[in-house]
């Protein structure tokens, strides 16, 4: 399976992506998210990819960040929606704007989103509910009691942390708020996903 690529962007359409990878092109379909977070033709590129495979096809879809690739998957369990959807999705709202939609049962906001009518944002509600603390993570949704991050602090370190914390059966507001509290007393170099999923861990269990 592919998961990741990096490369040189051949074509760069509004649903499309075409890398160059040591003189192979990676045909990808992608979001508006995605697109308007990209460079131009004959620029660099380090996407995330989500390899489906099909009986009659294998398709490629790619992402800008692991939060848009995450949510996209959440959005493949559910009940009718399919790859296709779930961009359309993922370019109607920003990440972090869906899982707060979720949580708050936001039916009208989800519904304005092209080709999602009002039964399928109750299903996508239903079903994802409880289920996005994992992708809401990884997206940096602050906690309301967090701290804001010191200059210089990498959040994807925060970020990356976060995800650990959560799949290892932590609330993401809790796990949040104890690793922005710890990056803002560690030295700089010492803040890495590493060192902070050990001491968040530290922390939490305390």
């Given amino acids: 399976m592919i998961a990741r690529l990096q490369g040189e962007i051949w074509e760069k359409e509004f649903s499309r992506l075409v890398v160059n990878v040591h003189g192979v092109g990676y045909e990808l379909l992608i979001p508006m998210s995605t697109y308007d977070q990209l460079g131009g033709e004959g620029d660099n590129v380090?996407?995330?990819v989500y390899t489906q495979v099909r009986e009659d096809a294998i398709t490629l879809f790619g992402f800008a960040s692991i939060q848009e690739k995450r949510l996209f998957e959440a959005l493949l369990g559910v009940s009718g929606v399919g790859g296709k959807?779930?961009?359309s999705i993922l370019s109607g709202l920003p990440v972090d704007n869906f899982c707060r939609a979720v949580a708050e049962k936001n039916i009208a906001a989800l519904s304005k989103i092209s080709g999602i009518g009002k039964r399928t944002a109750e299903r996508i509600v239903v079903e994802?509910?409880?289920k996005l603390e994992a992708v809401s993570a990884v997206a940096g949704l602050p906690s309301s009691s967090a701290p804001k991050l010191p200059d210089g602090v990498d959040a994807n370190a925060i970020s990356d942390a976060v995800l650990a914390l959560v799949r290892l059966g932590y609330k993401q507001d809790a796990a949040t708020a104890a690793l922005h509290e710890i990056a803002a007393t560690v030295p700089p170099e010492e803040i890495?996903?590493?060192?902070l999923l050990r001491l968040g861990l530290q922390k939490l269990n305390s």
């Fill in 85 to 87: 959807l779930a961009l």
């Fill in 46 to 48: 380090d996407i995330y």
């Fill in 128 to 130: 994802l509910n409880g």
């Fill in 192 to 195: 890495n996903s590493s060192n």
